[in-house]
């Protein structure tokens, strides 16, 4: 892994300073390595006040009709999401950290070789709405009885989360590393690598920090939003998930895409 651009960001993820390799004319996600160094207080306090104020709406992949005209130029890219993620081989067992409205849990549980899915949030409120969500989608006939009896929505922090559930064969982290404060994030990812079987998989999605110019041009980039306290590359993740995982392999958001262009950063982690 080359390291072309050390680029240090203050704490909204801004640039502020660059350290270049000479000569390099083009840098993508690849090859910069992007490092928050701005420090403020962030307890768990803190955390569940930002959590309850700011909550992914990405149940709105089911709603794809009633949504407004903002929403309508980003829904595109979480149906996507949905659309890939759906597709892994997840295994029989499966945690969700940080499962939100429980829509991923959901689209995972449809999949006929998944038997059960835990997903676990830190809001009480969000665990409300995901509950709520399958009970709307069952009236609609949208999902099946069999998939709703296969998710389970609890409230806990991966810290606090009970080893009585015992290990899975997959633990599906999307969208959650970015709203940990870089100083939190390795104890929350030694925790949650805990529950995960010798044989299993870690799957991650997280904005990418540094996607194809064209996305912040038509207002489709993630990385800058409300809540987001961590940044990541493509190498940057790489070298996180490197240290833990015999292989990691990344998927582009879209078909014919480049990993390093892509507005989510994909990613399957094997132990073995």
């Known amino acids: 892994m080359l390291i072309q651009r050390v680029s240090l960001l203050n704490k909204n993820g801004k640039i ?100 059960k899915v835990i997903g676990i949030d830190v809001r009480q409120s969000a665990i409300n709405d995901g509950k709520k969500l399958i009970k709307d989608l069952l009236k609609k006939k949208v999902i099946s009885q069999t998939t709703a009896k296969k998710i389970k929505l609890v409230k806990s922090r991966i810290e606090d989360f009970s080893k009585s559930y015992g290990k899975f064969n997959s633990v599906c982290a999307y969208e959650i590393f970015e709203h940990l404060a870089p100083q939190d994030l390795m104890p929350s990812f030694k925790h949650l690598c805990q529950f995960i079987k010798k044989d299993g998989k870690l799957f991650v999605s997280v904005p990418n920090r540094f996607p194809h110019p064209k996305y912040d041009r038509i207002k489709r980039s993630r990385w800058q939003w ?15 998930l490197k240290g833990f995982f015999k292989s990691v392999k990344f998927y582009p958001l879209y078909k014919n895409e480049k990993v390093e262009d892509s507005l989510y950063l994909i990613a399957e982690c094997k132990k073995s």
């Open 16 to 115: 502020f300073q660059n350290f270049d390799k000479k000569g390099v004319k083009k840098f993508t996600s690849s090859n910069i390595f992007p490092m928050v160094i701005e420090s403020y207080i962030w307890n768990k306090i803190e955390q569940l006040k930002s959590a309850e104020k700011y909550k992914d709406q990405i149940k709105r992949v089911f709603y794809t009709n009633i949504v407004d005209k903002k929403a309508k130029n980003m829904i595109q890219d979480d149906v996507r999401r949905l659309e890939l993620i759906q597709k892994f081989n997840y295994g029989q067992r499966v945690l969700e950290v940080g499962c939100s409205d429980g829509s991923v849990s959901i689209k995972i549980a449809e999949s006929p070789k998944v038997k």
């Open 226 to 240: 409300f809540d987001h306290r961590n940044f990541f590359s493509q190498l940057s993740l790489a070298i996180l």
